[in-house]
């Protein structure tokens, strides 16, 4: 019998699928080559085959004789449905032409719903056979004569626009042609592995392209990708990390230490760093003169805590941020906003003292570091803790006063600034020198009649604190009034250990007289009496007294 068989296969009446011409199936060319016979159901629909000729062949077996002889005499096997396309056509997808591959993947798309289980997905989903275009082309269906075949897993699901939105325009990752058609191809791929999502491999890959696109391509562009890639990843840090049970890992220091982070200076210029190296949108005016600032917040607490950023800045940074803005900053409302947000940060730090401790570490660096400092922003300036206090009487409150109240909207912090230096209200030594500054250099000039007032009105005051500290049972310090100042008849200053008050009178001569410093009229007997001004009388009589 089999002598037969060896006779029928040496005949020359056999046709090869995709061939015309009739052949012998022995002898084999090459030797050992093995025959056999399409799925049943494949026979009119396998598209084209690819199997290598020089391993073996499919006969036609299309004829009702010729199928008896194949499958009953010589006994050629008829391979299964599944068979065929996982053995003798997915393996040899990469290695054909692209318009082969074009025929074969229709055939084979319209059969996978069928076959489809773990090993041929990813079989399948491993294998370079999809023609990847550029976003718009795969949004558009179309393809390009040079060709770029891909993974269904190196590809990107041009219907997800949070994925798409992180790739630049010429980033060819999208699949081309019929294979992005949403109805057949574009599922099937998805299933293949096609990613509507990225892993924390693509989030790298993605660091990357941004590391190397930010030295030559549009700054703009790379920086507005950079911002929407580090928002999919806040939005998505959960899902990417679900896998990963050591943060500290070598894929996820790559987000620490690469400077993709998209940041700006206080120039408003565009910058990429470090997440060690900067701050995010919430602590922005603590910062941004100081250091690069990512303007947005986070908002999944993990990824915070992966990026350290739940950390406040430290108080040396702050308060070079506060000098800096008293230095460099123009915009009256900026110079606000920046300084009521440190004044936050300063009281937080003065009332988290430890119970029992006087003053914390913190507090007692930011006395001495801001000591004669102008630092409290009032109005339009500047100024130290010694030049401001609580409460200012209005007398006192003009452009040019030494000493300014505390703006209300303070008032919330009024322990701090106290802790700071800030006093409760002037004092002696404020109001000599509130005196002096009304003639500044020009200790001789003659003062008008409003100026006069207000020297007039602050020696009250200071003759009220004087009674005020003495009827508290305090000792006046003399040399408080070193230095002050009093209006003589002729509207001029002078030292007040140099001035007279006149209770002499008529006992006394307008000659006699002039060769006096005399007070003017308008300082009263008491107020001479609580200053200790000089009298006349205790000139000429040798009885004054000093209070």
Aim: charged residues 30%; hydrophobic residues 35%.
């Amino acid at each position: 019998m089999q002598k037969h068989i060896d006779v029928i296969k040496h005949l020359p009446i056999f046709t090869e699928v995709d061939h015309i011409s009739p052949i012998p199936l022995l002898p084999s060319l090459p030797k050992n080559k093995k025959w056999y016979l399409l799925p049943r159901d494949e026979e009119n629909s396998y598209g084209k085959i690819i199997y290598p000729r020089d391993e073996g062949g499919f006969i036609n077996s299309s004829s009702q004789n010729m199928c008896y002889i194949l499958e009953d005499i010589i006994k050629i096997p008829r391979l299964a449905i599944y068979d065929y396309w996982r053995m003798f056509v997915i393996p040899f997808l990469e290695s054909q032409i692209p318009r082969n591959i074009d025929i074969v993947v229709e055939k084979l798309f319209d059969r996978l719903p069928s076959l489809f289980d773990a090993d041929l997905k990813n079989d399948l989903g491993g294998r370079s056979f999809v023609p990847a275009v550029t976003l718009n082309m795969s949004q558009q269906h179309q393809s390009t004569d040079l060709i770029n075949l891909a993974k269904p897993t190196e590809l990107f699901d041009p219907e997800a626009k949070a994925v798409t939105d992180l790739f630049f325009d010429d980033e060819q990752l999208f699949p081309a042609g019929k294979f992005g058609n949403p109805q057949k191809y574009l599922p099937i791929l998805k299933s293949l592995g096609i990613k509507s999502v990225l892993t924390l491999n693509d989030i790298i890959s993605r660091i990357d392209v941004i590391m190397t696109r930010k030295q030559t391509s549009n700054e703009e562009l790379v920086h507005a990708k950079a911002f929407s890639l580090l928002k999919y990843i806040d939005d998505n840090w959960d899902r990417l990390t679900l896998m990963t049970n050591n943060l500290n890992n070598a894929t996820l220091e790559s987000i620490l230490k690469a400077e993709w982070i998209p940041t700006v200076d206080k120039f408003g210029n565009k910058l990429f760093s470090k997440a060690e190296d900067c701050y995010c949108e919430k602590f922005k005016n603590l910062v941004c003169l100081t250091v690069p600032v990512l303007e947005y917040n986070l908002e999944n607490n993990n990824f915070i805590d992966f990026f350290d950023w739940d950390v406040y800045p430290d108080v040396k940074t702050v308060l070079r941020q506060l000098k800096l803005c008293r230095d460099s900053v123009a915009s009256q409302n900026e110079r606000k906003s920046i300084c009521i947000t440190i004044y936050e940060y300063m009281n937080e730090i003065s009332i988290s003292q430890t119970p029992g401790e006087s003053t914390n570490e913190e507090l007692r660096f930011m006395i001495e570091s801001l000591r004669n400092e102008p630092w409290i922003l009032c109005g339009k300036s500047f100024h130290s803790s010694d030049k401001v206090v609580v409460n200012l009487p209005d007398q006192f409150q003009n452009n040019d006063s030494l000493i300014v109240k505390l703006p209300l909207e303070y008032y919330k912090f009024v322990d701090l600034f106290k802790k700071m230096g800030v006093r409760d209200r002037v004092g002696v030594k404020d109001l000599v020198e509130f005196i002096k500054s009304i003639v500044k250099e020009d200790k001789n000039r003659i003062l008008d009649t409003r100026e006069i007032s207000n020297v007039i009105m602050i020696l009250e005051q200071i003759a009220r604190i004087r009674k005020d500290n003495r009827s508290e049972g305090n000792d006046n310090n003399t040399d408080e009034l070193e230095g002050l100042l009093i209006p003589n008849d002729k509207n001029v200053l002078v030292n007040f250990r140099e001035i007279y008050f006149d209770d002499m009178g008529s006992r006394f001569s307008d000659e006699e007289k002039s060769n006096y410093e005399i007070v003017h009229d308008s300082i009263t007997q008491d107020i001479t009496e609580k200053l200790g001004i000089q009298t006349l009388k205790g000139t000429v009589f040798g009885n004054y007294t000093k209070l």
